[in-house]
């Protein structure tokens, strides 16, 4: 029987290799187990806020949260990069 941590850990990475989501049924077969096994720890990791669930018609898919976060990051650095460019313009025009 495989600890608590182990079987989050498991989870946790078979989401970070599929960033286009899985439900649980493909999560429970990539991770070798039950799928109400599997439901029990994806609430948990959504309680903890490590994941979330989207839901896509009828199904609902499970996403590492990291990869949201990263896509907040990259949209940040973005609107940060537009900045500096617009006002290193501002400077050429000025002098």
């Known amino acids: 029987m495989q600890d608590k941590p182990d079987i989050m850990a498991k989870v946790a990475e ?13 999560l429970a077969e990539l991770v070798g187990m ?6 029990k720890y994806v609430y948990q990791l959504i309680g903890a806020g490590d994941i979330y669930q989207r839901e896509v018609g009828r199904a609902k898919l499970c996403y590492l ?3 949201l976060e990263e896509a907040v990051k990259a949209g940040e650095l973005m609107r940060k990069m537009k900045d500096e460019a617009a006002a290193s313009e501002k400077s050429v025009e000025g002098s």
């Open 65 to 67: 949260k990291e990869r």
């Open 34 to 39: 039950h799928r109400h096994t599997v439901t």
């Open 14 to 26: 078979t989401l970070r290799k599929h960033p286009e989501g899985l439900t649980i049924l493909r």
